[in-house]
Nanobody
Framework: VQLEESGGGLVQAGGSLRLSCAAS????????MGWYRQAPGKQRELVAA???????NYADSVKGRFTISRDNGKNTVYLQMNSLKPEDTAVYYC???????????WGQGTQVTVSS
C-alpha cells in the first residue's frame, strides 16, 4: 500500500484546509486509517483515526474542529480542518494499519502552516 497526502499549505488562524490521502491499495481492507502530525522538536502524535467500521477518534486538541472521513470507492481518506490555530502547524502524515499482518504504512507527509 502506498499513501500520498495532499492539501497542505499556509493558512491564517481561523481558516480551513482539507487534507487528502490517496491509497494505492484497497482502502476498505485497512483496519484503521489515521492522520498524525509532527511539529518541530515534538513527537509525532495521533490527530484522528477512523476504523474500517467507521468509528472515529480524535486528539482532545482537535475535537470539534477536525473531521476525518473515508471514501472507500475512491481509496481516499480526508481530514477536514476548521478553525485552525497556530499550534496546528506541523507536518501531517497519513497512516494505514492492517491488524491481520500488523502492517503499518505511512505517507511522505504534507506541511500545514497556520499563521497568527
Amino acid at each position: 500500500v502506498q499513501l500520498e497526502e495532499s492539501g497542505g499549505g499556509l493558512v491564517q488562524a481561523g481558516g480551513s484546509l482539507r487534507l487528502s490521502c490517496a491509497a494505492s491499495g484497497r482502502l476498505f481492507t485497512m483496519t484503521r486509517m489515521g492522520w498524525y502530525r509532527q511539529a518541530p522538536g515534538k513527537q509525532r502524535e495521533l490527530v484522528a483515526a477512523i476504523t474500517r467500521g467507521g468509528i472515529t477518534n480524535y486528539a482532545d486538541s482537535v475535537k470539534g474542529r477536525f473531521t476525518i472521513s473515508r471514501d472507500n470507492g475512491k481509496n481516499t481518506v480526508y481530514l477536514q480542518m476548521n478553525s485552525l490555530k497556530p499550534e496546528d502547524t506541523a507536518v501531517y502524515y497519513c497512516n494505514a494499519f492492517l491488524l491481520a499482518t500488523s502492517s503499518d504504512y505511512w505517507g511522505q507527509g504534507t506541511q500545514v502552516t497556520v499563521s497568527s
